[in-house]
């Protein structure tokens, strides 16, 4: 059974700091990872992954995969209190009758405290 | 470009009673989901469709049923409804092939059986 394990499942952190989420993960047939953001509704996209060692980098937020050791972070520089949200972490199959499934993580929910 | 659309945003439903969701998209995407999520925990897959005509089971189908009669819509039908299907749920679509694998999310639905 495909499994994706997000941690810390919560954080809190002041203006400013420096945020490193977790995500580990086992899917068959690996092939992408993707971060989503979600605030008050639906989930809006952040990164797919699907080579190691590459850093992929938006604004702040960065995030890079470690397929060897089946995780990845997403690193949140300088947070700022709209950055207070629930990050779902999420594993995507690459072949299959389950090759468009992705198995989510519970989220880590992030508060940025001014 | 409306994206993916839900409708309605909010229903109460009493034990017993069966309904359905509507999700429309107008990205001409072939792939669309159904999801639903608990409070704190991650999201989980009901259905899914790789294009019209073409359906089949997530890992929580149970208590659900799915039809997909043209591209745009895929309607998620709850027959006699169960307090356990209390939930947030979230229709999303993505591109089939070549080009990016993310999906892209409807606002939600937030359903109460009681």
């Known amino acids: 059974e495909d499994k994706v394990v997000q941690s810390p499942l919560s954080l809190v952190v002041h203006e400013g700091d420096t945020v490193t989420l977790n995500c580990s993960y086992e899917v068959t047939n690996f092939r992408s990872l993707l971060w989503y953001k979600q605030e008050k509704k639906a989930p809006t996209f952040l990164f797919m992954l699907t080579s190691s060692g590459i850093e992929k980098k938006s604004g702040r937020l960065s995030s890079i995969l470690d397929k060897k050791e089946l995780f990845s972070i997403l690193n949140i520089t300088a947070t700022q209190t709209g950055d207070s949200a629930i990050y779902l972490c999420?594993?995507?199959?690459?072949?299959?009758?389950?090759?468009?499934?992705?198995?989510f993580g519970k989220g880590t929910k992030l508060s940025v405290i001014p | 470009n409306a994206g993916v659309t839900q409708t309605p945003k909010f229903r109460i439903l009493k034990i017993g009673q069966s309904m359905t969701l509507q999700c429309a998209q107008d990205?001409?995407?072939?792939?669309m989901y159904w999801y639903r999520q608990d409070p704190g925990m991650g999201l989980k897959l009901i259905y899914y469709?790789?294009?019209?005509?073409?359906?089949d089971k997530g890992e929580v189908p149970n208590g659900y049923n799915v039809s997909r009669s043209t591209t745009e819509d895929f309607p998620l039908r709850l027959e006699l409804a169960a307090p356990s299907q209390t939930s947030v749920y979230f229709c999303?679509?993505?591109?089939?092939?070549?080009?990016?694998?993310?999906?892209?999310f409807g606002p939600g639905t937030r359903l109460t059986v009681t």
């Open positions: 990205m001409n995407h072939n792939y």
């Open positions: 999303a679509s993505s591109l089939l092939a070549g080009g990016p694998y993310e999906q892209y």
């Open positions: 469709s790789v294009g019209a005509g073409i359906t």
């Open positions: 999420a594993g995507r199959e690459g072949s299959g009758a389950g090759s468009y499934q992705l198995t």
